[in-house]
């Protein structure tokens, strides 16, 4: 293991044990879905791509919900394999309409393909965010190709206690558009 790699694996192994002691989780990740419904990206988007939460992450179903009562098509992942995701539209959060899959996320038990381009808007987990809108994720680099693939606005929900000074880099990092926290919106404009 490089000792970059190294680094990124110690901070991952904190920042989830910092967000899973977090109290408050549901009446923050409210509070942050509100703000994303707020976004001029969001307002003016016809389709987005949004996680659906798993362990401690930002519960992302109000924001779904909120984008379907819209008339907004919503596209979620779904991990097929390492480094590799692939999308579905979906219709309904209703719990019937969902399967575990792989590392237990939830995704649409009929896929409806969804490619890379048609959404505008990608909302997207993370474990740290640091000062400028670089995330640390699991260690999959399934966002990082999503966000490489495609054009698209790039938004990180997290609660505030996920912020850091500064996270180590590689070149297939990418840059965040915004970050979404309970205290409000860091925009890297």
């Known amino acids: 293991m490089t000792e970059l790699a190294a680094q990124k694996a110690a901070l991952r192994a904190e920042m989830i044990a910092r967000r899973d002691a977090l109290s408050d989780r549901d009446r923050h990740s409210s509070h942050i879905c509100k703000l994303m419904l707020t976004l001029p990206a969001f307002m003016n988007a016809s389709a987005i791509h949004c996680y659906m939460p798993m362990r401690s992450e930002v519960d992302t179903r109000p924001l779904i919900a909120a984008a379907l009562a819209a008339g907004k098509a919503v596209a979620v992942p779904v991990v097929v394999g390492p480094r590799q995701l692939e999308h579905s539209w979906i219709g309904s959060l209703a719990d019937t309409e969902w399967v ?68 180590p880099r590689e070149p297939h990092d990418r840059r965040l558009d915004m970050v979404v926290c309970e205290d409000g919106v860091r925009s890297s404009h």
């Open 100 to 167: 575990r899959g792989r590392f237990g996320t939830l995704q649409p038990r009929h896929i409806i393909p969804a490619r890379p381009g048609d959404w505008s808007l990608t909302v997207v987990p993370l474990l740290a965010f640091d000062r400028d809108l670089y995330r640390l994720g699991y260690g999959g680099g399934y966002y990082d190709t999503l966000l490489a693939a495609m054009p698209t606005i790039a938004v990180g929900v997290a609660f505030a206690a996920q912020a850091v000074d500064y996270l």
